[in-house]
């Protein structure tokens, strides 16, 4: 059975997953898509793709089995509820949503409908170099993790796209999310540091650093910068009590010439992440055929909301702001 899609937002993400639903995976067939740029919706259409007025008219269609919801932060909590109210899987770009509030009524409409419909788009799981790195902290043949450092570098961003907060309530929800999962447990409190800035980010707050304190009192450090101008550079090491566990860089070509011996440095997340999109989408186009969902959960998306809500309060208060979560519904247990 061929899994019938609809894409809501037509961007630069939305484009890639187009992409890749039509040209690299299989078992899948985009037959709508959606944006508030009626021409560049029309304009990126797979042959043979409906170009819907509205989400809430692609969500109702019966042309679309499951969707990918692709557009701006704040239009997804009611583009999550519409999903959930007719019974579609959905695949969810992170953020979630862009506040706790929101976060909760999605997953009210989700716990009342009795299984799992949503999978938030936190890539960095699917990656084979993150699994790997949580194999080896699973197995415990380093003791218990006591330190995570997690490096986030961006080349740069487009101008006007990245408000002052943006590092903090939008970058850091791939931090928080992949701490999570590494270390298995939930964030405590958050707090943060903000060093002199770099002169290339105008008057974005750039670098960061955030401090999680995790449940069992381990420590993560997140460094946050989005403008280091060299390229897209992602890095993570657990120190454990016996030994100390490392993402790889990742293999390029090394070249050797007049200036020296070196390798490339990846552009962007397209590059870095390329495998890791395509794993995450098989193993949401697996689940969503079987009317459900695997993966970073409403759960995950809540918690990554709720440690950016805490990020925002204590770059103001300059002090630890804890992180509160109301009780785990049980089918996020699974």
């Known amino acids: 059975m061929t899994l019938r899609v609809g894409v809501i937002g037509t961007g630069m993400i939305g484009q890639d997953h187009i992409r890749r639903l039509t ?8 037959t709508g898509v959606s944006d508030i740029d009626a021409t560049r919706a029309a304009s990126v259409a797979p042959a043979g793709a409906q170009v819907f007025a509205t989400a809430q008219d692609l969500i109702g269609s019966d042309s679309v089995d499951g969707v990918v919801i692709c557009s701006w932060g704040p239009s997804h909590e009611d583009q999550l509820l519409a999903c959930i109210a007719a019974g579609k899987p959905v695949f969810c770009e992170k953020p979630l949503v862009t506040s706790q509030a929101a976060a909760l009524k999605v997953m009210a409409a989700e716990v009342a409908f009795g299984r799992r419909l949503v999978q938030v788009g936190f890539m960095r799981r699917f990656d084979a170099d993150y699994r790997r790195l949580k194999a080896v902290i699973d197995a415990g043949t380093l003791g218990a993790p006591l330190m995570y450092k997690s490096v986030h570098r961006n080349a740069s961003v487009p101008e006007g796209l990245y408000t002052s907060e943006m590092p903090l309530n939008d970058t850091l929800v791939h931090d928080a999310d992949i701490s999570r999962w590494l270390l298995g447990e939930e964030v405590a409190g958050v707090e943060v540091r903000v060093p002199r800035r770099s002169s290339r980010g105008g008057d974005l707050r750039d670098p960061v ?16 910068s989005v403008n280091v101008a060299y390229g897209y550079d992602i890095r993570g090491e657990v120190s454990c009590e016996t030994g100390i566990a490392a993402l790889p860089n990742r293999p390029a070509t090394v070249i050797t010439d007049q200036f020296g011996i070196r390798q490339a440095i990846p552009e962007d997340w397209r590059e870095r992440f390329i495998e890791a999109y395509d794993q995450e989408f098989r193993e949401w186009i697996a689940a969503a055929g079987q009317g459900t969902a695997t993966g970073p959960s409403t759960w995950d998306g809540y918690a990554a909301t709720l440690v950016a809500d805490a990020a925002l309060r204590a770059v103001e208060t300059g002090g630890s702001e804890p992180v509160s979560m109301c009780e785990k519904p049980s089918i996020y247990f699974s």
């Open 209 to 224: 650093v955030v401090l999680l304190t995790m449940r069992s009192g381990a420590i993560v450090d997140v460094e946050i």
């Open 23 to 30: 040209k690299v995976l299989s078992g899948v067939t985009v």
